[in-house]
């Protein structure tokens, strides 16, 4: 039987657990840090773009301000600039958390950065070598350097989550190339991890899962088609199946879900999306529908079928 959770549950489901959104500047890492808060969460949000210090991205979000989003929210937001590259960083990273509340409840592993790094359809000998490798580093090595900090916090008390965010679900993944052989090993790869994290994590008493979001809306996905959250279905027009799309703050819903569900240990080892999930606890995107966006993508888009979301939300 579906489980489906209370707003109100969800609400106060969070409090006093202290989370750590890894890669929490903008996109899903914001979302998710947002609608943890909401839920009453205490979240560390780390990133490379602080108001004083761009990363190369040179983009306006920050750490600070997602911070802020989160205290707003109903949480209370700590934003610490750290490079999940350099182990020393994650290494007081996660002392810091240890001094300052004892406990880690929530891990997300959200670290990515390689937008600017891939190439489209791109064979192995075509693709930039340094972009892959760099993709590579960016998609795995970042999620377990985090996670070899982490985790031994995490385990110190039983019913921790680790959630280990991608791109695409296991299956999906399974049966189709995913753009060139560096990111599709960067996104299959972390499937497995989660998958491999829960074998380690179970004997004490923690929960490991993957979790995909649809199309996402990010702040950058949105400027790439000049449309706002409050008007995006006007890039439609061009791109006929972002209907399908879904905000930031879906993917949030999803992991506050889970974080708040008694019995999320059923999942463990398990690869996720926000569109399952929502049809399992009952939660909703902004506008109240609920995208399932990867049965869209194999249905209708993959399928050569006219755009239409129909079913799908």
């Given at each position: ?8 549950e ?11 959104v ?8 914001r979302?998710?840090?947002?609608e943890?808060g ?15 210090r761009q990363?190369?991205?040179r ?11 989160v205290?707003a929210?109903?949480?209370k937001?700590?934003a ?22 004892g406990?880690l409840d ?22 930039d ?14 999620h ?17 989550l680790?959630v ?8 999906y993944?399974a ?5 060139s ?6 996104k299959?790869a ?6 491999a994290?829960?074998?380690d ?5 923690a929960t490991?899962?993957s ?12 400027d790439h ?16 199946h972002?209907v ?5 703050r ?5 992991v ?5 569900d ?13 569109g ?6 009952g939660f909703?995107?902004?506008?109240g529908?609920?995208p ?6 194999v ?15």
């Amino acid at each position: 039987m579906p489980v489906v959770l209370a707003g109100s549950e969800v609400a106060m489901g969070l409090v006093g657990k202290i989370a750590l959104v890894a890669g929490a500047t903008r996109g899903a890492g914001r979302g998710i840090a947002m609608e943890l808060g909401a839920a009453g969460a205490t979240v560390y949000v780390t990133g490379r773009t602080t108001r004083d210090r761009q990363s190369e991205y040179r983009r306006q979000e920050t750490i600070e301000e997602t911070a802020e989003l989160v205290s707003a929210a109903g949480g209370k937001g700590i934003a610490l600039r750290v490079d999940h590259l350099v182990a020393d960083e994650v290494r007081g990273l996660v002392e810091r958390i240890r001094a300052d509340q004892g406990r880690l409840d929530i891990l997300v592993n959200d670290v990515w950065g390689g937008e600017k790094l891939f190439e489209w359809d791109k064979s192995v000998w075509e693709h930039d070598l340094e972009n892959g490798l760099g993709l590579l580093r960016l998609g795995i090595d970042t999620h377990l350097i985090t996670a070899h900090f982490a985790l031994p916090l995490m385990i110190e008390r039983e019913g921790g989550l680790l959630v280990e965010v991608t791109d695409g679900t296991a299956e999906y993944n399974a049966e189709h190339y995913r753009l060139s052989p560096f990111y599709d090993l960067a996104k299959v790869a972390v499937n497995r991890m989660a998958w491999a994290h829960a074998k380690d994590l179970a004997r004490h008493g923690a929960t490991s899962v993957s979790l995909t979001p649809g199309w996402l809306r990010s702040e950058m996905m949105l400027d790439h088609f000049g449309v706002t959250e409050g008007n995006w279905r006007a890039a439609t027009v061009k791109v006929p199946h972002f209907v399908i799309s879904e905000s930031p703050r879906f993917v949030g819903r999803a992991v506050a879900a889970l974080a708040c569900d008694v019995q999320r240990a059923r999942w463990n080892g398990c690869s996720l999306s926000s569109g399952g999930l929502a049809r399992v606890y009952g939660f909703t995107d902004l506008d109240g529908s609920r995208p399932d966006a990867w049965r869209y993508i194999v249905e209708v888009q993959d399928a050569g079928e006219p755009a239409d979301a129909t079913g799908y939300r």
